[in-house]
C-alpha cells in the first residue's frame, strides 16, 4: 500500500520493506526530504573531469607480463581499472543482470522475507540505503547481500537467482585469484603463500537502483572505499559510477563498456601492501530516467585473520603505515557507520 501523507516515506521504504523500488514505483514528483543529501554529499557533476579515465586492460593474453605489469600499474595509480577478455563468459553476466531484475521485481510480500527482521540467516539480507538505522539521510538504493563463504547459507539464497549468482561467482573466482597474483608478483610476494589471507571470504551484492525523482539531490551510494581485499564489479549500461581521483576534489566516470568488469582494490590489500595499491574512494549517481543495477563480488580476508603490512612489503626497511587488526573488527567499524569516504581507514591507521 501506498503511504498515506501521515505515514512517513522512511517508514514505508525501511520498515515495511518496499525499499527505494517501492517509491520509485510511486511516481513521486519530488524526493521525499529523508533522501535528500546535504549539498557536500551530492556528487558535483562540475567537478566530474571530462579527459580522464581509469585504464581499460586486455586479459585475452595471460602469457604476456605486460598484462600483469598493468594491473600493478593501475592498483598503484588508480586504485580502480576495467579488465576486457577476462574469461568470464558473456552469457554468465547477462544472465546475473537478469536475475538481479527478476529479484528486485519480485512482489514486496516475496522480498521482505530475506530482510534482516525476516531473513533465517544474517548471510543472505535485502536491505534499503547502506544502514538504514543509521544512515541520517538515505541512499537510493536497494540491494540483497549474500555471504557466498557461508555455504550452510546457501539453501536459503533467493531461488529466482541462486544459480544465476552462483555461476557468475564460480567462473570469477580463476580471474580473481589472476589478478591477485599479478599484484602480488608487483610486491615480490608469492600469492601460494598468501591465498587465503586474500581470498578467505566472498560476497556477493546485488545491487538496484532504481529511476530517482530530483536524482541531482540524492544519492545512489555515498562516498566510500571498500573493505574488500578485490572487488570483482558488474555493471550495467546506464551508468553512474564515479572514483575520485587520488589527493583531489575531482571525479572520474567509469565509463559502461561492453563485456567489462570493474576492478577496484579494497581496504584490507591497501593495508596488506602498506599503501602501495590504492583502494580509492567512489560513489554512485542516482538516475532520472533509467533503472540500474551492479553486482560486486567482493573478495575478503577471513573475520579471524588478522590483517597488517605483509612482512615481505617491509622486509627493506619500510615503515609500517598500518596496525595488525582483527579483520572481523574492521568490518563491524564499516558497519558502524554510515558512509564517510575513505575514514574507515583510519581504524588501522598506526
Ligand atoms: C557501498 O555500499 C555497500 C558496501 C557493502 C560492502 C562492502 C564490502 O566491502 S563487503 C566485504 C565485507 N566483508 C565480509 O563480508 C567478510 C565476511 N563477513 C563476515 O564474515 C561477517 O559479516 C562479519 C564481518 C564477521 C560480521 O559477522 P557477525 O559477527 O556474525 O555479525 P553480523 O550480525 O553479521 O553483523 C554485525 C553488524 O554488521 C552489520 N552488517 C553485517 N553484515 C551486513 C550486511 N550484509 N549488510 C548490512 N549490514 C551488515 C550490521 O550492522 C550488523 O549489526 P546488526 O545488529 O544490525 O545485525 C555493503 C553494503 C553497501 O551498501
Ligand atoms: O554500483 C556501483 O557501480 C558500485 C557499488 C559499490 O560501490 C559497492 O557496492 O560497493
Ligand atoms: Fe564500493
Known sequence: MAPSPTDD???FAVTKGHGVKGLS????DALPEQYIQPVAERLDMTKVLKKESIPVIDMSNLDDPN?????AAAAEKWGFFQIINHGVPIEVLENV?????RFFALPVEEKIKYTQEQSPTNSVRLTTSFLPKVDKVLEWKDYLSILVSDKKSSEFWPSTCKNDVKEYVEKSEFVMKWL???LMKGLNVDMDSKESILMGSTRINLNYYPVCPNPELAIGVGRHSDVSTLTFLLQDNVGGLHIRKMDTDTWIFVPPVEGAIVINIGDALQILSNGKYK?????????????RISVPIFT???????IGPLPEVLKNGEKPIYKHVLYSDYVKHFYRKSHDGKHTLDFAQM
Open 9 to 11: 516515506y522512511r517508514n
Open 25 to 28: 514505483d510511486l511516481k513521486l
Open 67 to 71: 598484462v600483469a605489469d598493468q594491473i
Open 97 to 101: 543482470k537478469e536475475a538481479t531484475h
Open 180 to 182: 591477485l597474483k599479478a
Open 279 to 291: 583502494s580509492a574512494e567512489h560513489c554512485v549517481a542516482a538516475n532520472g530516467s533509467k533503472d
Open 300 to 306: 575478503n580476508p577471513s573475520p579471524d585473520d588478522i
